[in-house]
């Protein structure tokens, strides 16, 4: 994948304006919604058991985060994710805090055992625990990484046409035999509660206008992290309160050029 199939694929999100239905939690509902209206998507959030199947049947893609978890909305994410299933939606999973809690980790296995996962998009913590390893956490943040993430990144992408993202220091993404690490991206991303959901949403966003699973991440990937970076040279150290507001202005603005100037994708492996 090169930099111009990236920016082709920014200019498509742009053009189709695709519906990416969220179920999503309370803490980033807000964030994510403008984030997505900034980089060009529509997003829809809709959590009643009543419309959450309907509504993931009409959208572009379905974006599932576990990051405020009640049994009232594992039972919406688990009718919507089957009509996305049944109705060719990709799905694409945050599994927030998955290993913190006995809950959040039978929740995160529950919801990869009975969906066919698009694209899973976490920290290495959430990620292992999800895929039933054990490694550290602390609340919904990663301990450090302990073990090789490219083999737990390709370890968990174990159901064909499934895609994970490991999302750190630098980025890989992996449907376990063709892998791409990013390095774009900027510290204050993790100083702004929401960053990481966004990014998913984000990710569902180019999910929903690229068939392939591998190339509609590592391009959302590219593009998210280089419009952190904007952002934080705008904002010249001003703190994460500003640089929020900018990280929004950045993804509405991006231009191909900047990605181009900008985004640090390699191939691998495959």
């Known amino acids: 994948m090169n930099i111009q199939e990236i920016t082709s694929l920014l ?12 179920i999503t ?6 964030f994510t919604a403008n984030g997505l ?20 049947k009409i959208a572009g893609a379905l974006v599932l985060n576990m990051g405020t978890l009640s049994e009232k909305e594992v039972k919406s994410m688990l009718i919507a994710g089957k009509s996305a299933n049944q109705h060719g939606v990709p799905v694409i999973f945050d599994p927030v805090g998955a290993g913190a809690t006995a ?11 009975e969906l066919d996962i698009s694209i899973i998009r976490g920290n290495a913590a ?3 625990n999800a895929a039933g390893q054990q490694w550290n956490i602390k609340g919904v943040d990663a ?11 390709k370890s968990a992408a174990n159901k064909p046409g499934s895609v994970t993202v490991i999302t750190g220091k630098q980025d890989i993404v992996t449907d376990g035999h063709t892998t791409f690490t990013i390095r774009n991206g900027h510290s204050l991303l993790t100083k702004v509660t929401g960053a990481g959901c966004l990014l ?24 998210y992290g280089s419009a952190a970076e904007i ?3 705008n904002t010249d150290g001003r703190g994460p309160g500003t640089f929020q507001i900018e990280f929004l202005n950045s993804l509405y603005n991006i231009s191909a050029e900047d990605v181009e100037m900008r985004g640090s994708i390699e191939k691998t492996e495959g």
């Open 11 to 22: 200019e498509k999100v742009r053009e189709i304006n695709p519906l990416v239905h969220n």
């Open 25 to 30: 939690n309370v803490v980033v509902t807000n």
């Open 37 to 56: 209206l900034a980089i060009g998507a529509s997003p829809v959030m809709a959590y009643a058991h009543e419309e959450a199947g309907d509504m993931a």
């Open 103 to 113: 809950y959040r980790t039978e929740t995160a296995n529950r919801i990869m055992k």
């Open 126 to 128: 959430e990620i292992a």
């Open 143 to 153: 301990g450090e990484a302990e073990g090789n993430t490219l083999e737990l990144a």
């Open 200 to 223: 998913t949403s984000v990710v569902g966003a180019f999910a929903a206008v690229e068939k392939d699973p591998v190339k509609a991440a590592a391009a959302a990937l590219v593009v």
């Open 231 to 233: 952002a934080a040279e």
